[in-house]
Nanobody, 124 residues
Framework: QVQLVESGGGLVQAGGSLRLSCAAS????????VGWFRQAPGKEREFVAA????????SYTDSVRGRFTISRDNAKNMVYLQMNSLKPEDTAVYYC?????????????????WGQGTQVTVSS
């Protein structure tokens, strides 16, 4: 079993930055692809970014490409999402997810483990 814990969410003004962290633990927490998803009120959960193991491949949804950067520190079992130039439409609960196999990285059903989420609110 793998446990994922997100942190780093909060309230920020439009144009600001936040860095989300995802801490992975458990017997198989290494060698996993990791993705970030988000869910705004009344909307479906959507893909944001993903990184393969050990980190050679990344993917982003179009709306965040160039503003968000996903990275990982494998020695610490940590994955980060640096979010710059935040917009009000980025407001959502952000979830970290882990997958045993990296395919497209963007499909929810590729992921085997999920965190509880962290709230990001961007004010205008």
């Amino acid at each position: 079993q793998v446990q994922l814990v997100e942190s780093g969410g909060g309230l920020v003004q439009a144009g600001g930055s936040l860095r989300l962290s995802c801490a992975a633990s458990g017997r198989t927490s290494s060698s996993l692809a990791v993705g970030w998803f988000r869910q705004a009120p009344g909307k479906e959960r959507e893909f944001v970014a993903a990184v393969s193991w050990p980190g050679a491949r990344t993917s982003y949804t179009d709306s965040v490409r160039g503003r968000f950067t996903i990275s990982r520190d494998n020695a610490k079992n940590m994955v980060y999402l640096q979010m710059n130039s935040l917009k009000p439409e980025d407001t959502a609960v952000y979830y970290c997810a882990a997958a045993r196999t990296y395919r497209s990285g963007s499909a929810l059903n590729e992921y085997d483990f999920w965190g509880q989420g962290t709230q990001v609110t961007v004010s205008s």
